[in-house]
């Protein structure tokens, strides 16, 4: 038996060839039999995973509705914002039924994260994650502002909540991850998006109902959207 770590290693490395990445035709194929396809991830469409891994361990699979939602919503932003392209995370396993840690859902391909997108301090916009952050899309917080809402200040929550440094080399686009909140907020074929009360307020977006915080007890959604499809 291989080692773990080599195995991972090598999942990835053949994830990142060309053609190699799994799924890379099949995001036009039809649903499995748990009705369920899988995000694209050969960029024929304006989405890509933050990293090989949610691909390469069939961690993209959703329903047909949601995975044509996404692809408007990428090809809608797009058209707003030349060459920008949404970056994708966990959705569900090919099963259809067991979340993945750490999530409570995510197990039914109703539900993908989907990453802010960032700039450099000079306003230059940054595709994927930030350089010196975290590669996987996840953790790349933006920190409330003075007089921001901070219903769970004091309040330890799931996996690390701590804010980046302030010295950090990118800032969180607020144009282009506005425009993406209010594209799934205005499409009927989305429920709700998680997000938090900060990003709400300085959005303006307090009142939309399909925007929701998920609570003190689950992990924060200032550096990802959680969209839950109908």
């Not at 469409?45 to 919503?73: G, M, N, Q, W």
């Not at 914002?81 to 949404?86: D, E, M, R």
């Not at 995370?89 to 039914?108: I, T, Y």
């Amino acid at each position: 038996m291989r080692p773990l770590g080599i195995s991972l290693v090598a999942l990835v490395a053949a994830a990142c060839q060309p053609g190699a990445m799994p799924g890379a035709a099949d995001g036009e194929q039809g649903p499995n039999a748990a009705g369920l396809v899988r995000l694209p991830c050969d960029g024929s469409e304006p989405l890509r995973p933050a990293h090989p891994f949610y691909c390469s361990r069939d961690r993209i699979y959703v329903r047909p509705e949601a995975r044509d939602a996404l692809v408007d919503a990428a090809r809608e932003l797009a058209r707003r914002y030349p060459g920008t392209v949404i970056t994708f995370m966990d959705a569900s396993g090919a099963d259809g039924r067991v979340p993945f840690e750490p999530h409570l859902s995510h197990g039914d391909g109703r539900q993908v994260d989907l990453s802010l997108f960032y700039t450099s301090l000079d306003g230059t916009r940054i595709d994927g994650s930030p350089p010196g952050s975290r590669p996987n899309g996840y953790g790349n917080y933006e920190p409330p502002r003075p007089g921001d809402p901070q219903p769970c200040r004091g309040i330890d929550r799931p996996n690390d909540d701590r804010d980046p440094p302030a010295d950090r080399a990118w800032r969180l686009d607020e144009a282009r991850s506005r425009a993406l909140t209010e594209i799934l907020a205005g499409d009927r074929r989305v429920r709700r998006i998680l997000i938090e009360p900060h990003l709400e307020r300085r959005w303006n977006l307090e009142d939309h109902p399909k925007l929701r915080f998920a609570g003190c007890q689950a992990a924060r959604h200032d550096d990802h959207l959680h969209v839950d499809f109908d």
